[in-house]
């Protein structure tokens, strides 16, 4: 009987360090992804996933000519020209709207 409890009680501590090695070897694959997620700090601004209208504004609308200061235009005026500037420039409908945004809420109404 003893050696029959003996070894039930063995078997759990078995399992229980099978556990732990799990547990534990898990937390370590876990460790160079958590590094990686706080070195977002250090991407540069060209590849930051969330750039602002203003930002996008800057990067792709003097490219071809001088920027042009928001207040130059209306809302109504920005629209259209955003029409054909998003065209010249080859812009993604999202990278669109957040200049126009940008450039309507700063507009010489
Ligand atoms: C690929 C080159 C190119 C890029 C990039 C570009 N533009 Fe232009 N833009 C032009 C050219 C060429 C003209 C003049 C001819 C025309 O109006 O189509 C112009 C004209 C303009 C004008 C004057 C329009 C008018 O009716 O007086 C504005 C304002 C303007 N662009 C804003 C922008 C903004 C905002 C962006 C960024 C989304 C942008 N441009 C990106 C080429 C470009």
């Known amino acids: 009987m003893t050696t029959l409890k003996s070894f039930k009680t063995r078997g759990r501590i078995a399992l229980g360090a099978l556990l732990l090695g799990a547990l534990a070897s898990s937390l370590w694959a876990a460790e160079p992804a958590a590094a990686d997620g706080s070195a977002t700090n250090a991407v540069p601004a060209a590849v930051k996933p969330h750039l602002t209208g203003a930002e996008l504004y800057s990067i792709h609308c003097n490219r071809c ?5 928001p207040t130059e235009r209306t809302a109504a005026q920005w629209k259209t020209i955003m029409l054909h500037m998003q065209i010249r420039a080859n812009l993604p409908g999202k990278q669109a709207r ?10 010489g109404r």
């Open 98 to 107: 957040l200049i126009l945004q940008y450039l309507q809420e700063n507009s």
């Open 65 to 69: 000519h001088a920027e042009r200061y």
